[in-house]
């Protein structure tokens, strides 16, 4: 009531509406010069008033129309002067109640006025309040950038200060103190509006040039002091028991005492073996070093070093894959090399190749490519690059003998080694294409393929050789009892060596062939050495003056012939009609032997009788 007595005009006439609205406002302007909780409202200050005031509004109106009844009631009764004292109080209590009514009015009223100097007054306070309140935020604001700058430096320092101590006391935390500096480069370059932010940038930079230096260097010293030569005892190890050389040494896998196809032990059952066999993985590197290796690996292809991790890892890796092949025993020999070998030595040689490709792509290859995978892991073309560089020259050097076998000259002994270099090829495809996947290693791919064909021609070739020799030997060693010849012999052991290696030679007539079937093919081939064998034994047969060993050195031999086939495969190849002929041949012989053998003694006894008779 003192703050309306204060503020307000008791004089000025309003109604209560107006009233209202005026205390409405000022309750909306207090509110904001001093909040209070939630929910209170300064009209309900004002409530009492307004409601005091409607009442007695209201018990007036109610007075009157009682006070018009009672004046009727009393007309009616008869008691008019009781009636008028009653009226006259209820009047006069009347009046009194209006006035203090409109008295509650006029000080209500007078809230407008009051009201708009209190609002003028408190505009500069709203007005500083809020400004207080944007400098407060701004404090806070500015106090947290501050404090994220900070420690941005902080970062920085502590990176540095593990940079500068190396990575070879604690590797993995020199790893995260280059991964925090690249955090604080990518930082400092976003945030372009600090004073002494490219100073910072520029020594931060310098920084990581220098660490990732450092991690060359140690990427290229953990690499190579875990990098050794495998012992070729090592790979034994991972072959399956059946392939491990007996003696503990791979020479033992040729046969240097072979005296040609005679002496050739072949089993096409082995070399189905041999592909099913299951081979232990090689571990190249201990398994512990490998992921910090590719922890280094892909810092150094982050901070765009791909070309100096690639020199690395080639020229460390190339060269202990190479010496690890030379421990094994395989060399680079040349066309020349390969001529002046003694055959013995020469065979010894190929069946060790042989093993060597084996071991070299199976294990040793297989074993430097689960290496790359893993260290190089999620750099496809680089993790390529490196194997290809790294095995290339080594690829290389194991082809090169196989390369110098196919320019050497031709002789029927090489065909069976032939057929086994090319058994050995066509084995280690599948593998050669996992392993040598990618582009980056097509080269590697198109030269193994380029030495199958190769080998398969030079293999046809040797046989086409041997059919023209046996059908022009020459030789003049005679059979003075007109039994079975050398070269018969000779031919019948190489016909039966050919079917150990029927299937091999089946898809070798594949490679030059685009259509027929390839057993019909080998049929042929073999028919023809058989037909030229015996071209070669009537050629021989004449060398006798005498017509009846002529015969028997025919029947023998022919019969030979016929009882080697019936024993072997090749019965169910060249088919009983070719059987059949050629007994019939024999039979021949036979009975010409027995006519001109006979008519000698017939010949003898009618001289001798002629010769008494005289």
């Not at 001093?34 to 005031?53: D, E, I, N």
């Not at 925090?180 to 002494?196: P, T, V």
């Not at 491990?244 to 002496?263: I, K, Q, T, V, Y």
Request: proline fraction near 3%; hydrophobic fraction near 40%.
């Amino acid at each position: 009531s003192s703050f309306l007595s204060r503020h307000f005009d008791p004089e000025e006439k309003k109604t209560p509406q107006k009233v209202r609205e005026r205390a409405t406002k000022l309750s909306i302007i207090i509110s904001k010069i001093h909040p209070l909780p939630r929910g209170f409202c300064y009209q309900r200050l004002l409530l009492p008033a307004k409601l005091t005031v409607t009442r007695r509004h209201s018990a007036v109106t109610t007075s009157k129309a009682y006070l018009r009844q009672t004046m009727a009631v009393a007309a009616m009764a008869g008691g008019v002067d009781s009636l008028s004292d009653r009226a006259a109080k209820m009047k006069e209590a009347l009046l009194k109640s209006q006035t203090i009514t409109e008295n509650v009015v006029s000080i209500l009223g007078s809230f407008d006025s009051r009201l708009s100097v209190l609002e003028t007054a408190m505009r500069p306070t709203q007005i500083r309040t809020h400004a207080i309140r944007k400098a407060h935020e701004n404090i806070d604001k500015t106090l947290k950038a501050a404090e994220v700058l900070l420690a941005e430096f902080d970062i920085s320092r502590q990176a540095e200060a593990q940079i500068l101590r190396g990575p070879h006391e604690d590797l993995e935390s020199y790893l995260e103190a280059i991964e925090q500096l690249r955090k604080n480069i990518r930082f400092f370059s976003s945030s372009k509006g600090f004073k002494s932010g490219d100073a910072v940038l520029d020594n931060a930079n310098t920084l990581l040039a220098k660490a990732i230096s450092k991690l060359e260097d140690e990427f290229k010293q953990l690499l190579v002091s875990c990098s050794k030569p495998v012992e070729p005892d090592r790979l034994f190890e991972c072959l399956p028991e059946s392939m491990r050389p007996s003696a503990g040494s791979p020479a033992n896998h040729g046969d240097p005492n072979g005296l040609g196809p005679h002496s050739h032990n072949h089993s096409e059952q082995q070399n189905s073996n041999a592909e099913a066999a299951s081979f232990k993985p090689l571990v190249m590197i201990p398994p512990r070093t490998v992921p910090l290796l590719h922890d280094l690996a892909v810092h150094m292809v982050q901070s765009g070093h791909q070309q100096q991790l690639l020199k690395t890892y080639r020229d460390t890796r190339s060269s202990v894959l190479e010496e690890s092949l030379r421990k094994l025993g395989v060399e680079r020999l040349s066309k020349e090399d390969v001529q002046k070998m003694q055959w013995e030595v020469l065979e010894a040689k190929i069946g060790n190749w042989i093993h060597f490709m084996r071991i070299a792509v199976k294990i040793l290859f297989a074993g430097e490519r689960r290496l790359c995978d893993q260290i190089f892991d999620g750099f496809d073309s680089l993790r390529d690059q490196c194997f290809a560089e790294c095995t290339g020259n080594n690829v290389s050097m194991l082809l090169s003998f196989g390369e110098a076998i196919t320019k050497s000259k031709r002789s029927p002994e090489k065909l069976f080694v032939l057929l086994d270099m090319y058994e050995i090829m066509r084995e280690l495809h599948s593998e050669i294409e996992s392993v040598f996947s990618g582009k980056v290693c097509a080269e590697i791919r198109e030269s193994t393929l380029g030495l199958t064909k190769k080998l398969a021609q030079t293999a046809q070739e040797t046989f086409g050789d041997f059919e023209e020799a046996v059908e022009k030997d020459a030789t003049k060693t005679a059979v003075l009892d007109g039994t079975v010849h050398p070269l018969t012999s000779y031919v019948i052991n190489y016909v039966k060596f050919l079917f150990d290696y029927q299937s091999t030679l089946n898809q070798l007539f594949r490679e030059f062939e685009t259509g027929g079937e390839t057993v019909s093919q080998l049929a042929t081939v073999t028919m023809r050495i058989m037909q030229a064998l015996q071209t070669n034994l009537d050629g021989k047969s004449k060398q006798y003056k005498d017509q009846a060993l002529t015969h028997l050195f025919l029947m023998n031999n022919i019969h030979y012939m016929v009882r080697s086939v019936r024993r072997s495969e090749a019965k169910d190849l060249l088919g009983d009609d070719w059987v059949q002929r050629h007994r019939r041949v024999v039979q021949q012989h036979a009975n010409q032997y027995k006519r001109t053998g006979w008519g000698k003694v017939l010949f003898s006894l009618t001289f001798a009788y002629l010769a008494l008779a005289s």
